[in-house]
Each structure stands twice: as structure tokens, then as C-alpha cells.
């Protein structure tokens, strides 16, 4: 019998949050910022190591996730964009023959069951990627096999996961979830957010 494939996970908190005016990693929704409610959900899969990319809010965000079991990527490429800190979080990460897990903090309704059927359907194939399916599209959480480093650590500023979803010549699972299309970009995106979030690891 085989051991189960790992995992290492990259939680992105690197963003500026221009469109909101004030850092989202900090918000505080159903009872906690977002930084520290995605990290628990990051954390409860168990991940060999969870990193977390910080760059616009750098003192924030650290005190936010004081005393988690983590380990802090301080991105300098953050201002260029998503693909940028992807590809230099994804360079800084060991582990690499470990799948990884991408998520970021802007999804409040992303929950514990979610993240356990990526990992299952993951392991049953290790060597395609399995994103979320949400609106039409293919995003994050995605769990990236760890023959994908290379392409995600080529990533620049213009191109992210999606792209790199969208432009793959090799299968990609899929697992659905409408409710993730709400991402929280502006305050009419907060002001959505009228019913308790679903239960998760905190």
C-alpha cells in the first residue's frame, strides 16, 4: 500500500485591496479577519506546512496569524501583481515533490468540506491539477501537482492560476461551488454578506 500524496499549502495575502480602500486581509468577517480564518481553513488539511504570502500589510497581517503554525513569505513582488507573488512564493517553498494548495483570503463563503473534496479528489489523481469551479470558470482553491512548480514559478505579473487553468493542454479536475463566486473586492461585495458564513476549521 502507498502513502497518501502530500501537500504543502500558500495561503496569498500579498494585495494592496485598491478597490476596497483599506487592507481585506483584516477585515473582520463572522468574527475574525480573513487572514486568520483562511489560515485555519488552510491549516485543518493538514498540510505538510502552510506559507502565507504578506506584502502591502505586512504588520497587520503578522499580528493577525500571531500563534498559528505557519510560516510567513514576505513577497517583494507583490505591487506587480497576483502572478508575480505566486511565482515568488512558489519559488521560496520547499517540499517539492508535495502537491500545493493555492488559496487566497477573499472568499467568505469557501469552507472545510470544499477544501476536503479538492484533497480526495487530489489523491485520487495525484498528477492533474483540481481546481474550483465557480461562474463559469476555473480558479482558486486549486491544488497544483508538484510537477506544476515550474510552470507557477514562471508565472509574471499578468497571468495567475486561472490563466495557467485555462491554458493547460493536460486535464484539470474540477470540483464545483457556486457559492465561491462571491470574492470580496469593494465594500458592496462586504455589504452581500448578510447571512452567517458555513462552518469551517477556525
Not at 50 to 62: K, N, Q
Not at 131 to 139: C, I, K, M, R, V
Amino acid at each position: 500500500m502507498t502513502d497518501a500524496p502530500r501537500h504543502v499549502a500558500l495561503l496569498l495575502a500579498a494585495g494592496a485591496s485598491r478597490r476596497l480602500g483599506r487592507p481585506k486581509q483584516l477585515e473582520i468577517v463572522d468574527g475574525e479577519t480573513l487572514i486568520r480564518r483562511m489560515a485555519g481553513l488552510a491549516l485543518a488539511t493538514h498540510p505538510i506546512q502552510l506559507y502565507v504570502a504578506i506584502g502591502a500589510e505586512i504588520d497587520g497581517c503578522t499580528a493577525a496569524l500571531t500563534g498559528l503554525p505557519l510560516h510567513i513569505l514576505h513577497c517583494t513582488d507583490w505591487q506587480r501583481g497576483m502572478g508575480a507573488t505566486l511565482a515568488q512564493a512558489t519559488r521560496a517553498i520547499g517540499q517539492p515533490a508535495a502537491g500545493l494548495l493555492v488559496l487566497g483570503v477573499d472568499q467568505p463563503h469557501l469552507d472545510q468540506v470544499h477544501l476536503n473534496r479538492l484533497l480526495a479528489q487530489w489523491r485520487q489523481d495525484p498528477q492533474s491539477p483540481v481546481a474550483s469551479g465557480y461562474a463559469g470558470t476555473l480558479g482558486t482553491p486549486v491544488l497544483f501537482p508538484a510537477h506544476w512548480r515550474e510552470r507557477l514559478a514562471a508565472l509574471d505579473a499578468d497571468h495567475g492560476a486561472r490563466w495557467l487553468l485555462r491554458a493547460s493542454s493536460e486535464p484539470v479536475n474540477t470540483i464545483h461551488a457556486a457559492q465561491l463566486a462571491l470574492d470580496l473586492d469593494d465594500a458592496q461585495d462586504f455589504a452581500s454578506l448578510q447571512n452567517p458564513l458555513p462552518g469551517g476549521a477556525r
